[in-house]
């Protein structure tokens, strides 16, 4: 490029560039704009879809800023913790909620219901909100998130290779009859895996199946004085049973296998059954997505010596960051978002397969939903039945189903969960790895002022 | 003979190897224009009726013009400022070595050598605190200074290659320092030029890490956008891949552009 | 041929004064931090001051960090030295006159277009799944067993990611540097009778040799800090096969939310690499001082 040329093409950057700097502007004048921390699962992106009846009822813009989500928590955590500002409202999980709640970080919404007309609470109907879901999203007794999807944990299995093998699948199966069933479906020759569970490290990831596992087993993660019970009794053989059970009779692969890869086995019918989230209903009941949606079967999650913790309780909250400048704004769309009047929306433009599941008691009494998912009666009974408070066969210091409520699991649970892939991958034993857990483990909670 | 055959050996087995390496992005660009389920499919399929779906919900609904924007802005600024301050270090560094300039091209290497997530913390605090936060201009400032080590370095062995004779010749001519840097030198260093360009806007355009937690909707990019179609809940590969070819086919437009560039420089006659 | 020193100044300082400024301070605020205790989602514990602890913790009894730092050099290596050996090969092969020269120089640079994170998204499921990934498909009608790369090889699995992302960054260099090399050269060798190899080895490598120099030493320092990859294909794992230095701090911050710890190791990352620096400066400088010779 010759010099003048160069010269131009400078000036012209520049000019771009200092005509795209930000030049402080006035708050526009009447439009608030809310901004929403927001992950990418297909319900949120019908929220996105719909926003268009929020936005026109009241005026208020709204943008989403959408990324994965540990990506998206560690942003939030960031942003928050040093002094936030760059959102209004974050998309966050049952687990977030009362740590979030304990350090000031989220705004108290009793206050903001109390605040309501009396016309407005009663189409809100707050005590139609599932009261399991709700005492999730509390600390210390308040209110601090809405849901916006709730789900637990339950057996998914492939009636077509059932029926072909001559099984059939109990309503409330065993862990000893899913291995059994497993056991005899599987058929590597073919491509064919008796089950699929989650095997990728990650406290969401593999550490909630797995959490489910050891509590129905009778085991826990941290006996009364915190210190980890992982090495030993029925912890380290529920712990033992899930990787055994992967490697003997699960898919290939397992150490990168989460929600999204089972999802794809089961659907592409390499999978007999797989154990997961109840909101995976919807989508391998979906025959756009699903080649075997007709074939779907539904059961309980599976049991061992207890049903306390054996299926998990999650939801997709919305919350209002204390450092938003727009709270009753914000509010505004916290209600709207989780009102009947949008589950009403997602129905009419998506039917109602597709709605939000497992947050109102209304849906799941609703016809028109018991039709298009017969399966919800499952769900429903999962969620009410799951409490973070009462989850494990002896007394716990912590709440929770498929995760300890501190911040220091996020960390926690993904390192053992580590150590367990490589036990997957058969590069160590588990016992090796969990020898190695407790010892980390140990030192992250004495690092964190638990105990000296 | 043997040479015609040697030479169309030699042809096939770069086209072999090329295709190899391009397969993985033609599979990703047929990804794109199947629906989810087929993108998965086992055994792989290779024929099958496109949809468009995926790119039409990539251009409107996930609002792919306002990141490209960005992209394109902070991608473009950085590197021209780069530039700026850059080739007139390089010429120096390169052509008329001092005994400091080791240790000061040491020195320009070392402020890469930090991972970003070391230091995103103080980088979220400083960036709060000056205002930058969520800015083009921010963004732009902040890799305007990764790719000035890039450019320092390249350039300069680009411009240590130049024949003294030839700026030993413009200075007898009575020549001022800038009239060769830029008249004589960069052009001389055009595939240098081309290379390092296109090393600057590719390094910006695809920076991940830094932007998703310095910026927002006033300054995110297209790693954004394609990050925003990965879900820990449902399939996303055919959309994602609709997402992340729409990201690529600027840069490959530069590509193009710059592999054209690599070519002789014009004055390489002028020294004899 | 000498220049003025005012002269110099006027033309390096501005770089060297703009990377100070916006380097150094967020290097000396990590510092600062690599001193302190900061729990981000602690809040309560506050920011204390606690000396060399974090430093101690991590060098001395964190075994994970010193198996990051192990993984570190293998896997940088690997890429590196696997990259120059293709990109060579490459530009060589691209240098040459022939018919579509443009459109497969495109092609060939194309991997290092893709985002490193879209990069392993692609391989981890299109490419390398087990169960519905291509590999598998093609080995298993081979005749071989379905093998899960990312499982039993997760180090040759990144490796192998990286090294198709970064071949072309070789490639492009090299290619720059031979078109450097002036034609009138390697014509007289041909008229003497110097056959490819002999002609490669005694004239094109050497001339290469400042390029050569300069791309090791560039990826070196960008695939120390390799992040996306191992981001989304293996999450350091399984165990920590595939932590490497950079993917531990990111652990150390992102799920820890521990900013005192995650600054001391960022600071020992930045030890690390300029060691490494050093160290390839010395080792490149003896390798082309011989050939020059």
Not at chain 2, 60 to 80: D, E, M, P, Q, R
Not at chain 2, 140 to 157: D, E, G, Q
């Amino acid at each position: 490029m010759k010099t003048p040329t160069r010269v131009i093409a400078f000036i012209g950057a520049s000019a771009i560039v200092f005509s795209a700097a930000p030049v402080p502007r006035a708050e526009a004048q009447s439009t608030t704009t809310l901004t929403i921390a927001t992950v990418n699962n297909p319900q949120m992106v019908d929220m996105q879809h719909e926003v268009g009846d929020f936005e026109k009822s009241t005026g208020i813009k709204v943008n989403f800023e959408t990324l994965p989500e540990n990506t998206l928590r560690q942003k939030v955590t960031a942003d928050i913790a040093t002094g936030g500002g760059q959102f209004d409202i974050a998309t966050v999980g049952t687990y977030e909620v009362p740590i979030w709640a304990k350090n000031k970080w989220i705004v108290n919404l009793d206050d903001y219901f109390s605040k309501l007309d009396a016309k407005a609470k009663a189409d809100y109907d707050l005590a139609d909100v599932l009261p399991s879901i709700k005492k999730g999203l509390s600390y210390s007794g308040s209110l601090y998130a809405v849901p916006f999807y709730g789900e637990s944990s339950m057996t998914f299995y492939n009636k077509k290779l059932f029926k072909a093998a001559g099984l059939t699948m109990p309503d409330h199966p065993t862990w000893d009859q899913i291995v059994g069933f497993a056991q005899k479906l599987n058929d590597p020759s073919k491509n064919l895996y008796g089950i699929c569970l989650r095997g990728l490290p990650g406290w969401g990831e593999m550490g909630a199946p797995m959490s489910t596992v050891i509590n129905t087993f009778g085991g826990q993660w941290f006996d009364m004085s915190w210190k980890p019970t992982l090495d030993s009794g029925a912890t380290k053989d529920a712990i033992t049973f899930y990787i055994d059970t992967i490697k003997k009779y699960g898919e290939p692969g397992a150490s990168s296998a989460g929600f999204t890869e089972c999802e794809t086995n089961f659907t592409q019918g390499k999978t007999a059954i797989w154990v997961d989230a109840t909101s995976a209903s919807g989508l391998i009941t979906d025959p756009k997505n699903s080649p075997i949606a007709a074939d779907v079967g539904f059961a309980y999650s599976p049991t061992k010596v207890t049903p306390k913790g054996s299926h998990w309780l999650w939801a997709w909250a919305l919350t209002v960051e204390g450092s938003s400048k727009h709270k009753d704004e914000a509010f505004k769309f916290l209600t709207w978002a989780t009102s009947k009047h949008y589950i009403g929306l997602i129905a009419a433009d998506r039917g109602w397969g597709n709605v939000p599941p497992g947050t109102r008691l209304s849906t799941f009494n609703n016809a028109n939903y018991k039709k298009a998912a017969p399966y919800g009666n499952i769900i429903l009974q999962s969620i009410q039945t799951a409490d973070p408070t009462n989850a494990t066969l002896n007394k716990v210091p912590y709440t929770g189903v498929q995760f300890v409520g501190i911040p220091e699991f996020q960390a926690i649970g993904t390192q053992v969960t580590q150590n367990l892939a490589a036990a997957l991958t058969g590069s160590t034993t588990v016992d090796a790895a969990l020898a190695l857990s407790q010892t980390q483990v140990t030192r992250t909670m004495q690092q964190a002022g638990y105990y000296k | 003979m043997t040479s015609r055959l040697r030479n169309a050996g030699l042809t096939l087995a770069t086209y072999i190897l090329v295709l190899a390496i391009f397969f993985p992005i033609l599979w990703t660009l047929l990804a794109g224009f199947k629906t989810e389920a087929t993108a998965v499919a086992q055994p792989p399929v290779l024929f099958f009726t496109p949809t468009f779906d995926n790119f039409k919900d990539a251009l409107t609904n996930a609002g792919y013009l306002g990141f490209f924007a960005h992209s394109v802005i902070i991608s473009v600024g950085s590197t021209l400022i780069a530039f700026l301050f850059g080739i007139p270090a390089a010429y120096a560094l390169g052509l008329f070595p001092t005994d400091k300039s080791a240790g000061t091209l040491s020195w320009v290497l070392s402020t890469k050598m930090m991972p970003a997530v070391g230091v995103i913390i103080p980088l979220i605090i400083i960036f709060k605190g000056i205002h930058l936060f969520d800015s083009l201009a921010g963004m732009i400032i902040l890799y305007t200074a990764i790719n000035l080590p890039l450019v320092i370095w390249m350039m300069r062995s680009f411009f240590a290659e130049i024949p003294k004779d030839l700026i030993e010749a413009a200075r007898v001519d009575g020549a001022d320092t800038m009239h060769i840097l830029w008249r004589i030198a960069v052009p001389f260093v055009t595939p240098g030029l081309a290379a390092t360009a296109l090393l600057c806007l590719i390094f910006s355009w695809n920076e991940f890490f830094l932007v998703v937690n310095l910026a927002g909707p006033n300054a995110s990019t297209l790693p954004v956008y394609i990050a925003g179609f990965m879900t820990s809940e449902g399939l996303f590969w055919a959309r994602m891949s609709a997402a992340s070819t729409l990201a690529v086919i600027p840069v490959f437009i530069a590509g193009w552009a710059a592999q054209r560039s690599l070519v002789r420089g014009l004055t390489m006659g002028a020294v004899k | 041929m000498t220049m003025a020193r005012s002269m110099r100044m006027l033309l390096i300082a501005p770089a060297i004064v703009y990377l100070a400024a916006l380097t150094q301070a967020p290097f000396i605020l990590t510092l600062f931090y690599s001193f302190q205790k900061w729990i981000l989602t602690s809040p309560e514990l506050g920011v204390s001051f606690i000396g060399f602890e974090n430093f101690s913790y991590t060098l001395f009894q964190d075994t994970t960090f010193r198996a990051a730092v192990i993984n570190l050099v293998i896997i940088t290596a690997g890429i590196v030295i696997l990259s120059l050996f293709f990109g060579l090969c490459l530009a060589l092969l691209l240098h040459r006159p022939f018919p579509g020269q443009g459109l497969a120089r495109s092609l060939a640079i194309a991997p290092f277009f893709v985002m490193p994170t879209v990069n392993a998204v692609v391989w981890k499921n299109l490419l390398l799944n087990p169960v519905f990934g291509f590999v598998s498909y093609f080995t298993t009608h081979m005749g071989l067993p379905r093998v899960d790369i990312l499982a039993q090889f997760p180090k040759l699995g990144i490796i192998t990611m990286a090294v198709w992302q970064w071949t072309p960054f070789m490639m492009l260099i090299l290619l720059a540097g031979l078109q450097s090399v002036p034609d009138d050269i390697r014509e007289a060798a041909e008229v003497d009778g110097a056959n490819a190899w002999e002609e490669f080895r005694n004239i094109t490598f050497p001339l290469l040799g400042p390029f050569i120099q300069l791309s090791v030493l560039l990826a070196t320092i960008y695939v120390l800090q390799l992040f996306g990859e191992i981001f989304v294909a293996t999450q350091g794992g399984p165990g920590s096969a595939t932590t490497t230095l950079p993917y531990y701090v990111y652990e150390t911050i992102s799920q820890g939310n521990d900013v005192g710890t995650s600054s001391a190791q960022g600071v020992c990352a930045v030890i690390l690499a300029s060691i490494i620096a050093a160290f390839l400066l010395r080792l490149l400088a003896r390798t082309f001082q011989v050939s020059k010779a």
